[in-house]
């Protein structure tokens, strides 16, 4: 016995569904499957074709009707009967890790260009820092000459505002004797 599963949604490529519809065919003990991903008027779909008994068919079906990967996105379902071959689950696995391979060959790649990229950046960010660094050095030397200088002027006119202050004072006990205040 054999059949065609359709199953069509927003969501259905990229999230493992082919491999979600094998693993349950190889628990189910079907040894003929295939599933492979099409694009029908903007939709994704992925379509899967397995050949068992009886029993593992109908199973099969009901895990597919009732059940998608995490991520996936599902809006319709659909099983007919089918008369084509079937692909042997081993080859059709062999077919499927060599693709998912291909897959992470290609990411592994883009990473590479990326992190060249990203080490560019860090080199000229590298050199600001430095750059930023001597700046800061600068800035700090500024900042201690400042400090010094505002100090030394400090002593020079404390003296002085000791002097006058108490020059005030004196000025401010005689004023109030005069006027006849404690």
Do not use: C, W
């Amino acid at each position: 016995m054999k059949l065609k599963a359709t199953i069509t949604g927003p969501k259905i490529h990229e999230v493992g569904y082919r491999t979600f519809l094998m693993g349950a065919a190889l628990d189910l003990g079907i040894e003929r499957f295939t599933a492979f991903n099409r694009r029908e008027n903007g939709k994704q779909i992925v379509v899967a074709t397995v050949e068992g008994n009886e029993e593992q068919i109908a199973a099969f079906k009901e895990f597919a009707q009732k059940e998608k990967p995490e991520l996936a996105e599902v809006s319709d379902r659909a099983f007919v009967d089918f008369n084509g071959n079937v692909m042997k689950i081993e080859a059709y696995s062999l077919l499927n890790t060599n693709e998912q391979l291909n897959k992470g060959i290609n990411a592994i790649l883009r990473m590479d260009i990326k992190m060249g990229s990203m080490d560019a950046k860090m080199g000229s960010m590298d050199a600001k820092m430095g750059s930023m660094d001597a700046k800061m050095g600068r800035l700090i030397e500024t900042q201690s000459r400042a400090v010094e200088e505002i100090r030394g002027i400090r002593e020079d006119i404390q003296p002085g505002y000791a002097t006058n202050f108490r020059q005030m004072q004196s000025d401010i006990r005689a004023i109030k004797e005069r006027l006849g205040m404690p």
